[in-house]
């Protein structure tokens, strides 16, 4: 189906006739950069008439994405934000100002390049990417915020020449497509820094350091390890930053887990850097794009509470360290009863997860509607290995109505797993 008029006629096309890597898994993955350099040679080289901020890492990018498009926006500045995946609509994928591309926009886009995509048979991905540049050139953004998808080095994004680079945690994951160890991973990450142009690094992780060390040097890129100037402690759902030894921001931020003090001082660093290169940001912005990231970006799926009493709240972490950060948040809850909601992609390490889950909860085993999702029969049997206890309940929010049913008022429900299980909440 080409002669397609409608936005949903163009998802259907886009989601059943292009290899889309968050539903099929490592068959749409491309390992070059060849796609998306001639689709922006069709489109007249967009990525290069707006300028952007590079973001990768393991975890912790999307939410450092939004924060730094936050307060770029509480600056003035039209800023553009492109992260992936998705979890309601695809145009969440594109935005400006925290408002979605239009879906007249997508489906002229499509319609403009299909000669090519027919041509090329690009993946889903390449598309979104070209699609995002296109947008950003078109409404001349001051600035755009471009996530990276995966890895770094040929990742669909890497034609972009940024202002500077950020990098966020590494850990394992994807590993069958970056490598089998942390320093193949932060390799593949570290492709993403450009000649004489800046990087921030969030987390000095030390057995990784050499990496970032020498990829820098050889491109005369100054590097900035944000963790050792930025100090960040959290009490109570607040954040104390001292730069300095001197305390430089105390908010109380809008993404409120606490794992996102490791993200914290890479947006900050990011922030000082770009105000080096001409973006005139107070301390007042940065504490309003703080506070008011989910309004002025529409983050979703980051320790989101979706009900008090039973407290339910759900998280898109799906691989070992964004896990173990999640599982440490539940843990400083206090709770009656703990209920879990839980579903995984097939092609993760499924084991390594699932032994970081408690054993003194009920679990939900639930399954995405997408072919990469484990089947929840399965991942029931393989948590009962690791002494995990429940029911299968295939559909997300069926299971969320059973725990919601059994719960009191006291318990806690997780909900999470995968970025699929929480696109599925009907709530979210």
């Known amino acids: ?5 409608t ?3 163009v998802l259907e096309y886009l989601y059943t006739q292009l290899p889309m890597f968050q539903r099929v898994g490592g068959t749409a993955f491309r390992k070059d950069l060849v796609n998306t350099e001639a689709l922006c040679d069709f489109l007249d080289h967009p990525q290069h008439r707006f300028k952007s901020i590079h973001v990768a890492g393991t975890n912790g990018k999307g939410s450092s994405s939004h924060m730094i498009a936050s307060v770029l926006q509480e600056a003035g500045y039209k800023t553009g934000l492109y992260t992936s995946p ?5 145009t969440e994928r594109v935005k400006i100002n925290g408002e979605p591309v239009t879906k007249h926009f997508v489906v002229s886009f499509i319609k403009r390049i299909l000669p090519v995509i027919e041509t090329l048979s690009p993946s ?4 979104t990417v070209a699609l995002a540049f296109d947008y950003f050139a078109q409404q001349q953004v001051d600035i ?11 990742d669909s994004t890497n034609v972009i020449q940024p202002e500077l680079s950020l990098i966020t945690n590494i850990s394992e994951d994807h590993k069958q497509w970056l490598g089998d160890t942390l320093e193949k991973i932060a390799f593949e990450k570290a492709g993403i820094i450009k000649d004489h142009t800046p990087v921030v690094i969030s987390e000095k992780q030390p057995e990784i350091t050499h990496v970032f060390d020498q990829k820098a040097i050889d491109l005369n890129a100054s590097l900035s390890y944000a963790s050792d100037e930025y100090m960040v402690s959290t009490q109570n759902d607040k954040w104390s930053v001292r730069l300095d030894q001197q305390v430089y921001l105390e908010i109380e931020p809008g993404l409120v887990g606490d794992y996102q003090c490791y993200n914290l001082p890479g947006v900050l660093k990011t922030i000082e850097l770009i105000a080096e290169r001409g973006f005139r940001i107070e301390k007042i912005h940065i504490e309003r794009g703080l506070e008011h990231v989910v309004a002025n970006t529409g983050i979703k799926g980051r320790w989101q509470v979706l009900g008090e009493n039973p407290f339910m709240v759900c998280d898109v972490a799906h691989n070992v360290a964004g896990i173990k950060s999640i599982m440490d948040q539940v843990k400083k809850k206090l709770y009656g009863e703990l209920h879990i909601v839980w579903g995984m992609m097939g092609d993760k390490e499924i084991d390594d997860i699932l032994m970081l889950l408690p054993t003194k909860a009920y679990y939900y085993f639930c399954q995405a509607g997408i072919p990469r999702a484990k089947k929840a029969g399965e991942l029931q049997k393989a948590a009962s290995h690791h002494q995990l206890q429940g029911t299968v309940i295939e559909n997300v929010n069926l299971a969320i109505q059973e725990a919601l049913s059994v719960a009191k008022t006291d318990d806690l429900i997780f909900i999470g797993g995968s970025n699929f299980i929480v696109a599925e909440i009907d709530s979210l």
């Open 7 to 9: 936005y949903q006629e």
């Open 1 to 5: 189906m080409t002669n397609f008029s």
């Open 86 to 90: 998705h979890l309601k609509d695809f």
């Open 124 to 127: 889903f991905f390449e598309i």
């Open 144 to 154: 755009a915020i471009i996530e990276v998808g995966m890895g770094g080095r040929l």
